[in-house]
C-alpha cells in the first residue's frame, strides 16, 4: 500500500512537473508571437543586465521581478505616507486635506484616488496596515503575476541545460519557436 501510495504521488509529481513545463512553453510561444521583438528585447536586456558571467540564472530572475516590485512599492509607500503630516503612522481626511490644498487640481484627483484605493474599510482613515497593503498592491502592479511567469519561463530557452541563460541562448531558442512564415 506505502508503494502504492510512492508510486501514485510520484507520477503526480511528473504530471504536475510536465503541466508547467507545458505551461511555461506555451507563455514563452504566446508571448513571441504577440511581439517577437519586444521579448527578445526584454530578455536579453534581463541577460545583459541581471545574468552573471555564466549567464542569467532562476536566482537573476528572481531578483529583477523583486526589485521592480520594490521600486513600485516603495513609490506608493512614499506617495502615502508623505500625507502623514504628524507623524503616526496613520493618515486621516484632515491630512489628505492639508496635503490636496497645496497641489495641483490635477494633484487634488490624484491624492484622491490614492487614498480612496488605499482606504480598505472606507473608515476615511489609512491605519499602517492599510498603508502596507496598498504598498504590496502597488508593487504586484509594478511587474505582473503574468510577467514574472513569462519571465520564469524564460529558463525554457536555457539550450545546454546549466541553469543560466545566455544571450546566444535567448537569440536561437526564439527563433526556435517563431511561427513558420
Ligand atoms: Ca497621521
Ligand atoms: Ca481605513
Do not use: C, K, W, Y
Request: charged share 25%; no cysteine; hydrophobic share 50%.
Amino acid at each position: 500500500m506505502v508503494r502504492f501510495m510512492a508510486v501514485l504521488a510520484l507520477f503526480a509529481l511528473f504530471a504536475a512537473n510536465g503541466a508547467m513545463a507545458q505551461g511555461a512553453a506555451d507563455l514563452l510561444a504566446e508571448a513571441a508571437e504577440r511581439n517577437p521583438g519586444r521579448l527578445e528585447a526584454r530578455l536579453l536586456d534581463l541577460v545583459a543586465g541581471f545574468g552573471g558571467s555564466e549567464g542569467l540564472t532562476g536566482q537573476g530572475i528572481e531578483e529583477h521581478i523583486a526589485l521592480e516590485r520594490s521600486g513600485a512599492r516603495a513609490s506608493a509607500l512614499r506617495r502615502l505616507l508623505a500625507l502623514d503630516l504628524d507623524a503616526d503612522g496613520s493618515v486621516t481626511r484632515a491630512e489628505l486635506l492639508v496635503t490636496q490644498r497645496a497641489a495641483s487640481a490635477t494633484g487634488r484627483g490624484r491624492l484622491e484616488r490614492h487614498f480612496a484605493a488605499a482606504d480598505a474599510d472606507g473608515d476615511d482613515r489609512l491605519t499602517p496596515d492599510e498603508i502596507a497593503a496598498a504598498g504590496l498592491a502597488a508593487g504586484l502592479t509594478g511587474l505582473r503575476e503574468a510577467e514574472a511567469a513569462l519571465l520564469r519561463a524564460a529558463l525554457r530557452l536555457d539550450g545546454n541545460g546549466d541553469g543560466a541563460l545566455t544571450a546566444e541562448e535567448v537569440r536561437t531558442g526564439l527563433a526556435r519557436l517563431a511561427p513558420e512564415v
